[in-house]
């Protein structure tokens, strides 16, 4: 099925044409006079800014440039016809990055900014941190501890001495819409903003299935059996590399127990309050941010596009 709301990092890849055949000719693309390059740092996204609106800050990609970058850019691909590449700049001073190519424009947090850029733009943005913030943790091989290098334009690395190849990682997670009647089952984590419930959520183990993973982790955090699981919607969500997989799951018990290592609280809330709690009018819950799939499936809900299991 597919929800009405766009899912943020989701949408508006289709603009993007990775154009893997093009990987192997990126010192040639570089040059091109077209190319375009999205600056990073410490994971945050150069961007431009008005009232309302901010777009992401691309600059050429001249010596000058290429210069100041830590590593070899990754080409992103083609973006509207025009090689774009991203580049992480952390080695320099934020403020000398944010002086150095367009006045005004700031480093910026992607999930405080993702409902206020295209949704084209988030789409590469995510992109472009999941891949730099890959190669900034995995600068030594996990075979040998040796110095790895990236080629493929950025969408691998080699080892320089037992020539092992590694590939950006990419954790799924799955986050489940569950539900008894009209009731859905949040819960909060104590390191989140008062009043803030959302789905529960957990990380896949190697050798589950999506059902088997969303039946687990509701079992554990919250005691709760579920029979059906169905497929909603995913995410890519690079804080710092995980795919949301999202879906819809079929309480077969209502007794909540909480796994208190994990959640601070869980409860049941009734489908009618989600207007308000989705408005921010309700005294007792507030909503996850407007970026996350947790608050678009919670949304989708309420207004009736996810079909009940009966
Ligand atoms: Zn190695």
């Not at 992480?88 to 992607?110: M, N, W």
């Not at 080699?158 to 008894?180: A, K, N, Q, Y």
Request: charge should be negative.
């Amino acid at each position: 099925m597919s929800l009405s709301h766009p899912v943020t990092f989701a949408s508006g890849g289709a603009k993007l044409d990775r154009a893997t055949h093009l990987r192997g000719a990126t010192k040639r693309l570089l040059r091109d006079k077209q190319a375009r390059l999205l600056p990073l740092s410490e994971g945050r996204v150069l961007m431009e800014q008005g009232d309302g609106w901010h777009r992401l800050a691309w600059v050429p990609t001249t010596p000058d440039t290429l210069k100041l970058t830590r590593e070899a850019p990754i080409f992103l691909g083609l973006f509207e016809d025009t090689p774009v590449f991203a580049a992480d700049f952390s080695s320099i001073a934020p403020e000398r990055l944010e002086r150095s190519f367009i006045a005004g424009a700031k480093l910026h947090d992607l999930r405080s900014v993702a409902g206020e850029i295209s949704a084209g733009e988030a789409s590469v943005a995510a992109t472009a941190k999941g891949v730099l913030g890959w190669h900034a943790t995995h600068l030594f091989c996990a075979r040998c501890g040796a110095e790895s290098r990236p080629e493929e334009g950025g969408w691998r690395r080699r080892c320089v001495e037992c020539d092992g190849l590694h590939f950006p990682r990419i954790d799924p997670v799955v986050i489940m819409l569950v539900t008894h009647g009209e009731r859905v089952l949040l819960g909060r984590q104590e390191a989140w903003a008062d009043r803030v419930f959302s789905l529960l959520a957990g990380f896949m183990e190697p050798g589950e299935s999506i059902e088997d993973a969303v039946r687990r982790e509701t079992r554990e955090e919250a005691g709760i059996e579920i029979g059906r699981v169905r497929y909603l919607a995913c995410q890519p969500w690079p804080f710092p590399s995980s795919l949301m997989l999202a879906c819809a799951a079929e309480a077969l018990s209502t007794e909540i127990t909480i796994d208190t290592q994990e959640l601070e609280d869980a409860t049941w809330v009734n489908k009618s309050d989600l207007p308000d709690i989705l408005a921010g009018k309700h005294q007792q819950f507030a909503a996850p941010r407007v970026s996350a799939i947790a608050r678009i499936v919670l949304s989708a809900w309420a207004m009736g596009e996810i079909p009940d299991f009966d």
